[in-house]
């Protein structure tokens, strides 16, 4: 699974209206984890609990002064400091050093080379 997509953000403003939107359109469930801003989402699988495949979250955790259009893309990973290191030699910009997320691993955001905003996780798990 290395070097694919692994999760995927939306950035909003309005929880509710966001999650009505989305759950009416994908048939997608939302599960709290942690803040009260930040909602995983999951697919419903007849009953059987699923993996989160993204999650929705509020614009204040964006790491730039900008409104983010589009989704914020995870990539996972087998070495984080080694990604983070390519990054920079590629010519892409930290946005957020590496950071753990309990009970998942470790994550970096970055801006590329074009001004968009990505995710490298390495899981512990993996």
Not at 16 to 40: C, H, M, N
Not at 96 to 105: A, C, F, W
Request: negative net charge; proline residues 3%.
């Amino acid at each position: 699974m290395k070097n694919s997509l692994t999760h995927f953000a939306i950035y909003i403003e309005d929880m509710v209206r966001a999650s009505k939107f989305y759950g009416s359109i994908f048939d997608w469930e939302f599960t709290d984890y942690g803040a009260p801003d930040f909602l995983q989402i999951k697919l419903k699988d007849e009953g059987k609990e699923s993996n989160p495949i993204g999650a929705l979250q509020h614009s204040k955790y964006s790491l730039i002064q900008d409104k983010v259009r589009g989704f914020e893309c995870s990539i996972v990973v087998s070495d984080i400091d080694e990604t983070a290191k390519a990054i920079e030699s590629a010519g892409g910009k930290i946005l957020m050093p590496k950071t753990e997320i309990p009970h998942v691993g470790w994550i970096t955001k970055f801006e590329d080379t074009e001004g968009n905003i990505a995710c490298a996780v390495q899981y512990s798990f993996d």
